[in-house]
């Protein structure tokens, strides 16, 4: 793991997988020189990472929207109206983030 290669980076390179974002928060608290905030030091914004911790099954979704270069959001937003045919776990996984980020503010509800 480079000290300078994010989570986000890594994973869109193949370097990494999901599973390793635990040794990434590792490694940012026993790096004592980095000043970077955690959130920076993963590659995420500031309201990725909240998502995150608060919803950890939305990492796929903001690694999705840092490949496809759009919001979050508006990425959540599209898939769960784009998710008919995919999976059933995954269109769940996008409808629970997507409420989350209703009942949060963070998007406005589609359907009001």
């Known amino acids: 793991m480079s000290s300078k290669q994010t ?24 790096c004592e ?25 939305s990492l796929r979704f903001i690694l999705a929207a840092h490949k496809n270069r759009m919001p979050v959001t508006e990425l959540v937003l599209e898939q769960t109206g784009l998710m008919a045919a995919a999976r059933a776990e995954a269109k769940d996984e996008a409808v629970h983030v997507l409420r989350w980020l209703i009942k949060t503010g963070r998007v406005s509800d589609p359907d009001a």
């Open 33 to 57: 020189d980095d000043t970077r905030d955690l959130h920076e030091f993963l590659g995420m914004t500031a309201d990725e990472y909240r998502l995150w911790v608060e919803r950890p099954e």
């Open 7 to 30: 989570f986000v980076d890594a994973c869109l390179s193949g370097r990494a997988l999901l599973t390793e974002v635990d040794d990434y928060v590792s490694a940012w608290h026993d």
